[in-house]
């Protein structure tokens, strides 16, 4: 896969705050990206980066093959920000929003009022183009400022926590669209704290922690290194159970509960019960919680 | 796709005609409170010309070119708030990151705007020379021409106050002080002739005096007089385009990532804890 976005090794600091210490990041085409990391861990900085707003002291950043910092007016044409804050005209219509953002990029009248049309009905927003955008709910803005980032097609779209305050039908709207970017083709970074999403965009995961990616692959094999749980329900107090001793496991008895915590906690439930065949009378429930992007986050950044 | 700096520049100026458009109260406010003064006013500044020997203009001279010089001023404080709404809106990091250029970007800002300062000079004038008779003597093109350079001067100024100001409430108070300083010391509203000595001395250094000197010009002395009122307009013009270029590309509008927005302290994930790198 070609990199459509290829950072390698950036730099930034701002003052005595260092935003990027060696960034690295290859984002292919067609390929979604969920970026997650603590508030100042890089992120929006690299966004901004990626579009010209920062330049980076250290490090190489190319869009599609093109040097930002070199090729500024070839890069910027083929990406669409959609930045953390809201950043739309509050007295202008939301088709008047559209149509800046569309001509702003070169789309001819004719060709952005049919991209218009289109992204509209993607994101339900078919209903309020006429509105002024400080008269729209916080959804509908957010889905309005997603759509001024895709109206032109970009083939690397930086999607910069683009459902914040989104109720749900918003979000779905907005995640069918990004799935649908992604299958055109487009390069999509997708900055968010609500892991979940990742799973809905089956995106793969980057972390980002102190300017750098401490975590890059597919979910499944990022997870695979996580611990998850079993809780094991008696109906008296948890007998003393013989738990293989080593790696990262885990033991918990709290009431009449017992927590294991392993990487694979189911596969080490069955020979412990086996070994004690005198328990099972007394099991009520077993419930198995295996790890989830949001346990790959904590197990990352808890260091 | 091409991607044309002209399919960019009409859209930013008709965006920016739309947004003129959508909020179009201050601009009128400054033309009608102009046509008040100059009926109100017309008068009073007639009579003054009995006292200021010789007489610098007739009393609709005066009221017309004194007001439409104050109102503009006052208007300059429209152009910057459109351009520093850029920046409260967090539309202007939008536009750097666009295709378009600054240059491009402050011309289809600008052009719109300039658009409607030449017409508030248009109306007031025209309102002066249907019901007063208004007759400039240099003819009505170098009264065009002295409306074109002063609107470029003063959209010129926004542009470098806009620069300045932090916040709208700052633009505001620092406009309007910033306006009638000017007016006054330019002699909009009291013939320099009328001004105390100390401010007289210092009437040149507002853009205001040169503004008058111009219209004075074109309404009673002649064209021949036109090039230095005009030359010294473009050099305070000068001075605003310099402040936005040096400034506005520079570190006020390119501000740095602020470190957390509320929308993100709402949406740590639970058990997160923020760390500052």
């Known amino acids: ?303 | 796709m091409r991607r044309l700096p002209g399919i960019r520049l009409t859209a930013e100026v008709r965006h920016q005609s739309a947004l003129i458009a959508r909020d179009p109260g201050p601009m009128i406010g400054y033309v009608v409170m102009g046509l008040l003064l100059i009926t109100v006013l017309r008068p009073l500044y007639a009579a003054l010309g009995h006292l200021v020997q010789p007489a610098p203009l007739s009393g609709i001279d005066q009221a017309a070119a004194g007001m439409a010089v104050m109102f503009s001023l006052f208007a300059l404080k429209v152009g910057a708030a459109h351009v520093l709404n850029e920046r409260t809106w967090h539309t202007w990091d939008r536009l750097r990151a666009s295709p378009a250029g600054f240059g491009e970007i402050l011309a289809g800002k600008a052009l719109p705007i300039f658009g409607a300062l030449v017409v508030q000079q248009a109306i007031l004038f025209g309102f002066s020379a249907a019901v007063f008779g208004l007759r400039p003597s240099a003819g009505w093109w170098a009264l065009a021409l002295c409306a074109v350079v002063w609107s470029a001067c003063v959209l010129l100024l926004g542009f470098g106050a806009s620069t300045l100001a932090r916040s709208p409430a700052q633009l505001g108070a620092g406009g309007d002080v910033f306006a009638l300083l000017t007016t006054v010391l330019g002699g909009s509203l009291v013939p320099v002739a009328l001004l105390p000595g100390w401010l007289q001395h210092l009437a040149p250094a507002s853009p205001g005096y040169w503004a008058l000197d111009a219209y004075r010009s074109a309404l009673v002395a002649g064209p021949a007089q036109l090039g230095r009122p005009l030359a010294m307009l473009g050099v305070f013009g000068l001075i605003g385009a310099g402040l936005a270029c040096l400034i506005g590309s520079g570190r006020r509008f390119a501000l740095p990532p602020r470190a957390r927005s509320r929308d993100e302290r709402s949406r740590c994930v639970p058990g997160d804890r923020p760390t500052r790198t």
């Open chain 1, 1 to 303: 896969m070609t990199g459509a976005l290829e950072a390698v090794g950036l730099r930034k600091r701002f003052g005595a705050t260092t935003a990027l210490a060696g960034f690295d990041l290859d984002v292919g085409a067609g390929e979604i990206v969920g970026l997650v990391g603590h508030n100042g861990a890089g992120k929006t900085t690299f966004a901004r980066a990626a579009v010209g707003l920062v330049t980076p002291d250290n490090g190489m950043l190319r869009i599609e093959g093109f040097d930002v910092a070199r090729h500024s007016k070839r890069t910027r044409p083929l990406v669409g920000l959609a930045p953390q804050e809201l950043a739309l005209y509050p007295t202008a219509t939301a088709r008047q929003n559209l149509h800046i953002f569309a001509g702003l990029y070169g789309l001819r009248r004719r060709e952005a009022q049919r991209r218009i049309a289109q992204l509209a009905d993607d994101l339900v927003l078919t209903d309020i183009l006429e509105r002024r955008v400080r008269e729209l709910s916080g959804g509908q803005q957010r889905r309005l400022q997603a759509a001024t980032a895709m109206v032109h097609r970009p083939s690397v779209l930086l999607l910069d926590e683009p459902t914040v305050g989104a109720d749900p039908i918003t979000r779905d709207a907005l995640l069918t669209v990004v799935r649908s970017a992604a299958r055109q083709g487009a390069a999509v970074v997708y900055t968010t704290h609500y892991l979940p999403e990742l799973d809905a965009l089956e995106a793969t995961v980057a972390v980002a922690d102190r300017g750098q990616i401490v975590a890059r692959g597919e979910r499944a094999s990022l997870l695979a290194a996580v611990p998850g749980r079993a809780v094991v329900e008696f109906d008296c107090a948890p007998p003393a159970l013989a738990v293989p001793a080593g790696g990262s496991v885990d033991v918990c008895a709290v009431d009449r509960r017992l927590t294991i915590t392993a990487p694979d906690p189911g596969a080490m439930l069955v020979p412990i019960l086996a070994a004690h065949p005198d328990v099972a009378a007394h099991l009520q429930t077993i419930e198995l919680h295996p790890p989830t992007l949001d346990d790959l986050y904590r197990h990352l950044l808890r260091t």
